[in-house]
C-alpha cells in the first residue's frame, strides 16, 4: 500500500468515527432536552426546555399561556453537546 493510500484510508476512518459521533450526539442532544422538560414537569405551564442553555419556555401572562424561543441557545446546546460528545469519542476510540 502506497503512502497515498494510507492517508486515504485513515482519512475514512476518521470520517467515519466523526459521523458516527455525531449521530451519537443527536441522540444525546435529543436525551437532554426530554430529560430538561421532565426536570421541570412539576410547573405543567411554567417550564424551560435546554441544557445549559434554555431555548424555549412556556408561562402564563394575565391567565394566557404563552411561549418563547431563543434559537440562538439551541444552536449553542446543540454545538456543545456534539463538540463534546465528538471529543470524547475520538479519544475512546482512538487505537493504542
Known sequence: ????????????????????A???????????TVLSY???LEYRVNFK???PWTFYYQFIVDCE??????PMNFIKDAFVTWTLTTILWL???RKK
Do not use: A, E, P, Y
Not at 4 to 12: E, I, P, Q, W
Not at 65 to 70: E, F, L, R
Open 91 to 93: 479519544i475512546l476510540t
Open 65 to 70: 399561556v404563552q411561549h418563547g424561543t431563543n
Open 38 to 40: 421532565f426536570l421541570n
Open 22 to 32: 455525531s449521530g451519537i450526539s443527536i441522540i444525546l442532544f435529543v436525551l437532554l
Open 49 to 51: 426546555i435546554g441544557l
Open 1 to 20: 500500500m502506497t503512502l497515498n493510500g494510507f492517508m486515504v484510508l485513515k482519512n475514512r476512518m476518521l470520517i467515519k468515527k466523526v459521523l458516527v
